[in-house]
């Protein structure tokens, strides 16, 4: 792994360089070597303690390592030191997914869509919560809204023709909206 080789080299000009260690930790992580990707976070944020960037890569790390309960304190003061992140807000919502914390999960799902209306997997997360918590209505419309916006999106395509052949007549139980885009 060249890219490795570099950053480490890197480190030896510059041991105190946060983003060197942040980049070399996130790189790590990609490859899937989780215990080297947590040691250059930490030494990230050792350097730069209030880098919410660093703390949303290091509750990645942890959810791979099944350790969602720390990972969920971090992210929580990611979304409350920096609320204009969609990614940190997604990334909340699946953890709180994972517990089954439904109401918790979709605010967190709503509200990454409304800071970033052009994310695909910020629809399709919110459209899996819908069809996890059985309201196949509201996956039908957000799939439906996720192939109109995304057209080349083929695994929207696909949930919503298999819930449509499956969906009940009534529909009436829908409280399928939007979140208003923030930005």
């Not at 791979?64 to 992140?85: F, G, I, M, V």
């Not at 919560?129 to 080349?152: H, K, M, S």
Request: aromatic share 8%.
């Amino acid at each position: 792994m060249e890219s490795v080789t570099t950053f480490l080299q890197l480190l030896k000009l510059e041991p105190k360089n946060y983003k060197t260690h942040l980049k070399l930790g996130i790189l790590l992580l990609k490859v899937n070597v989780r215990d080297r990707a947590l040691f250059f976070l930490n030494e990230a944020l050792r350097l730069n303690p209030n880098d919410t960037q660093i703390l949303y890569h290091i509750a990645k790390t942890l959810i791979a390592d099944d350790n969602t309960s720390h990972a969920k304190e971090l992210l929580q003061k990611c979304c409350r030191d920096d609320p204009k992140r969609d990614e940190y807000w997604a990334l909340l919502g699946t953890v709180f997914a994972g517990e089954k914390k439904i109401p918790e999960a979709f605010e967190c799902f709503r509200r990454a869509i409304a800071l970033n209306y052009n994310s695909l997997s910020n629809y399709t997360n919110l459209a899996g919560l819908y069809e996890l918590n059985g309201q196949v209505d509201d996956a039908v419309n957000l799939y439906t809204e996720i192939v109109r916006r995304f057209p080349g999106d083929k695994t929207a395509a696909q949930k919503l023709k298999k819930l449509t052949s499956n969906r009940e007549k009534d529909s009436s139980n829908s409280k399928f909206t939007l979140p208003e885009q923030t930005m």
